[in-house]
């Protein structure tokens, strides 16, 4: 599959881009693809809910009525979990959610997720983006130049470009991130992937 390398004007600069057929034309796993989202939504999880039980209730231990002869339920203590105040049966715990998946699963979950992007044309490639301080206009008025205003845009760079992620970071339904923290999760929730020109070699070692 053949790009062209758009620039910050979103014109044409002549150069072209070659996706290998490794990355962005493989027949897509959509199991993989399923494993890899679900194991980034649960690590994204904090696991700090938690409920107090009944040993965990500051209260008399005292019996608060006789065992028999009441007409009522026996009852031996005000935390029981009957009792307004008292302590929730089976309450959540802290507890890690973290989940583990190999290597070459995940390898196999971006690609698949890659390939169905470039099935949807959702996918171009932009010279690297210099910019001297963060400037959300500038980057609005990039987005405009791309006719990528109201969509979900995640923009890709190769190395760690602090003002363009201050730039980006007020504007909705826009991102950007590092090829190296590039995950499925991001490349399915986004309407269109722009990688800068740099980005592409990396990304086919990385991936491929």
Same mark, same amino acid.
């Given at each position: 599959?053949?790009?062209?390398?758009?620039?910050?004007?979103?014109? &044409?600069?002549?150069? @072209?881009?070659?996706?290998? &057929?490794?990355?962005?034309? =493989?027949?897509?796993?959509?199991?993989?693809?399923?494993?890899? =989202?679900?194991?980034?939504?649960?690590?994204?999880?904090?696991?700090?809910?938690?409920?107090?039980?009944?040993?965990?209730?500051?209260?008399?231990?005292?019996?608060?009525?006789?065992?028999?002869?009441?007409?009522?339920?026996?009852?031996?203590?005000? @935390?029981?979990?009957?009792?307004?105040?008292?302590?929730?049966?089976?309450?959540?715990?802290?507890?890690?959610?973290?989940? @583990?998946?190999?290597?070459?699963?995940?390898?196999?979950?971006?690609?698949?997720?890659?390939?169905?992007?470039?099935?949807?044309?959702?996918?171009?490639?932009?010279?690297?983006? =210099?910019?001297?301080?963060?400037?959300?206009?500038?980057?609005?008025?990039?987005? &405009?130049?791309?006719?990528?205003?109201?969509?979900?845009?995640?923009?890709?760079? &190769?190395?760690?470009?602090?003002?363009?992620?201050?730039?980006?970071?007020?504007?909705?339904?826009?991102?950007?991130?590092?090829?190296?923290?590039?995950?499925?999760?991001?490349?399915?929730?986004?309407?269109?992937?722009?990688?800068?020109?740099?980005?592409?070699?990396?990304?086919?070692?990385?991936?491929?």
């Amino acid at each position: 599959m053949e790009l062209s390398v758009l620039n910050t004007s979103g014109k &044409d600069t002549g150069k @072209k881009v070659t996706l290998t &057929d490794t990355v962005f034309a =493989v027949e897509p796993n959509d199991h993989a693809i399923y494993l890899d =989202v679900k194991q980034y939504l649960a690590n994204q999880r904090q696991g700090t809910h938690a409920a107090k039980e009944r040993a965990d209730i500051v209260g008399s231990t005292k019996k608060i009525k006789r065992q028999k002869g009441t007409g009522t339920a026996r009852a031996g203590s005000i @935390k029981s979990p009957i009792f307004r105040g008292g302590g929730r049966v089976f309450g959540p715990r802290p507890r890690n959610y973290d989940m @583990k998946l190999n290597k070459k699963l995940k390898q196999v979950a971006r690609r698949s997720a890659l390939s169905y992007k470039a099935q949807e044309n959702a996918i171009a490639v932009i010279e690297d983006i =210099v910019m001297d301080a963060p400037k959300t206009k500038e980057y609005i008025s990039l987005m &405009d130049n791309l006719s990528l205003g109201a969509k979900k845009t995640l923009i890709v760079t &190769d190395e760690l470009n602090k003002n363009l992620i201050l730039s980006s970071r007020n504007v909705q339904n826009s991102a950007v991130t590092v090829l190296s923290e590039l995950n499925t999760y991001d490349i399915l929730n986004a309407d269109n992937i722009i990688f800068s020109e740099g980005t592409i070699d990396k990304l086919e070692n990385q991936f491929g």
